[in-house]
Each structure stands twice: as structure tokens, then as C-alpha cells.
């Protein structure tokens, strides 16, 4: 099947914005900005921000005297961002994407890419894009999901391979993390830190990355991942049926890499 760019059409960024304020991913942006460690008055680009959650939190981070571009290649995300980051002045919502920056070359102390380049083709080209537009002793936080650490509970385990592999189509690069300190460390940066951040569910309720992740997933996989409706349905009712017995459980894990351009 051939993977085709991921469009986020207005009912996908809304989706998305919801998702990106449960408490998950609120605690992903923590462990981020705690990585990142920016200092007021630096300059950023948060590649792939999408509703601008991330980069309003970065501006509290680097004041007013600082810097934010957030880039988003849809304009439904922008839409959401431009209206979230409104009141803070230093703050540029702008289109583009990861493999044209609109940044000058040696002007950026950071770099930001969360759940960013799995949905890039070309990842060698973007991470040069990234030592490009850093200064010497800038840094490149890259987040990423490997799909293959997905730890869900079945009974059906043939089905919940099909529905995995269908839902991979979803990405350019379901299983990223693995390749990217080589990647990283061959467009020339110096990677100082790989962490990781699970995301751990025992239920779907919509204060989980489950609760909105498991609908996405059995759409995606009959709409585009060429599974039967059928087949869909049976996996999205055992994950529910799972959940109202308190048997459900869900976990992936999020690679975290922080790179320097050397001096």
C-alpha cells in the first residue's frame, strides 16, 4: 500500500487539539520542555506544531524576548494555533515543512520535532534542514512513537496484528526511533540524550490518549488501512468490552533524542 502524506483537515485538527489536552500528552509537553531546557530571550521552531499547544508553553519558556516559530503545513492547524497564540506577540504561526525552514541559516538555538518526523519521507534531508538553521551549540529535540511497542490487550491476537499493521500505514516511519540516533548522528549532530515516555492506559475515558487513539485507529484502518469494516468493528467492541470489564490496557512508548550542532 503506498503511504501518501497525512492531510489534517479541519475535523482532524479539532480532533487533535482535543486529544493534546488530556492529561497525557499534557505530561509529554512537560517531559519535552524539561529536555529542551530553554532560556528566556532563545530562539525556536516547533516543526509540526500543529494547535500551537507546545509553542504557547515554549513563549511562557523564552519571554518576550525570545522567539517562536510555529510551523504547521495545514492551514485548519494553523487556524487553531493563530487563535491560541494570539496574545503573545512573539509568537509566528506560518506554513511550511520540515524539509524548507523559514529560518536563516545559524539563526535558531532550538529545534523541536514531537510526533513530527514519523510522517516526513524524507528524513535526511529535514534533519540537515535542522543543522541548518541552528547555531553552532543549538540543540534538535526530536520526539517520536515506535508503533511496534504498542502493548494492547487481546484475546485476538491474529486481528490485533491486522489492525497494528493497517494502522502503521498511517505513518511514513512507524518505527523511527530505532533508526534515528544513526540518522542524527549522519547529518552531522552530536546526540547527547535518548530517553523514553511511555503512555500507559488502563481504561479509554477521555481523559486517555486511549479513549480517542483506539476510535482513530479502527477508522483509519477501514477507510484507509484496507481492513473490513467488519473486522473494525469486532476490534473496536473488544476494546470497549474490555474497558467496561476493567480489563483494558494500553501502552506505547515515545522515543525522546537531544542533539547538539557541534561548534
Not at 505530561?27 to 521552531?45: K, S, Y
Not at 498511517?170 to 549522519?186: K, Q, Y
Amino acid at each position: 500500500m503506498e503511504k501518501k502524506p497525512r492531510a489534517f483537515d479541519a475535523a482532524a485538527s479539532a480532533r487533535v487539539d482535543r486529544m493534546y489536552q488530556n492529561p497525557d500528552i499534557v505530561a509529554q509537553r512537560v517531559f519535552v520542555r524539561d529536555h529542551l531546557a530553554l532560556q528566556p530571550g532563545e530562539a525556536v521552531i516547533d516543526v509540526g506544531a500543529g494547535p500551537g499547544l507546545l509553542a504557547l508553553e515554549m513563549a511562557a519558556d523564552v519571554g518576550p524576548t525570545g522567539k517562536v516559530l510555529a510551523l504547521d503545513p495545514s492551514a485548519d492547524m494553523r487556524s487553531i494555533a493563530e487563535k491560541r497564540c494570539q496574545d503573545s506577540n512573539w509568537i509566528t504561526v506560518t506554513d511550511g515543512d520540515a524539509t524548507a525552514l523559514p529560518a536563516d541559516d545559524a539563526s535558531l538555538d532550538a529545534v523541536v520535532a514531537t510526533q513530527v518526523f514519523e510522517y516526513v519521507p524524507d528524513m535526511p534531508a529535514a534533519l540537515k534542514e535542522c543543522l541548518r538553521v541552528l547555531k553552532p551549540g543549538g540543540r534538535l529535540l526530536a520526539l517520536d512513537t515506535d508503533w511496534d511497542s504498542a502493548v494492547i490487550n487481546t484475546a485476538e491476537r491474529d486481528r490485533m496484528t491486522k489492525v497494528l499493521a493497517a494502522w502503521r500505514a498511517h505513518f511514513f516511519h512507524s518505527d523511527l526511533p530505532g533508526r534515528l540516533p544513526r540518522l542524527i548522528r549522519e547529518a552531522g549532530f552530536d546526540l547527547r540524550f535518548t530517553g523514553g515516555t511511555p503512555v500507559v492506559n488502563t481504561s479509554m475515558n477521555k481523559d486517555t490518549y486511549a479513549g480517542d487513539v483506539v476510535f482513530t485507529i479502527a477508522k483509519f484502518a477501514e477507510r484507509k488501512g484496507g481492513l473490513t469494516p467488519d473486522i473494525c468493528a469486532a476490534w473496536l467492541k473488544e476494546m470497549t468490552d474490555l474497558d467496561a470489564a476493567g480489563r483494558f490496557f494500553f501502552s506505547i512508548t515515545r522515543f525522546l533524542f537531544v542533539a547538539i550542532k557541534p561548534n
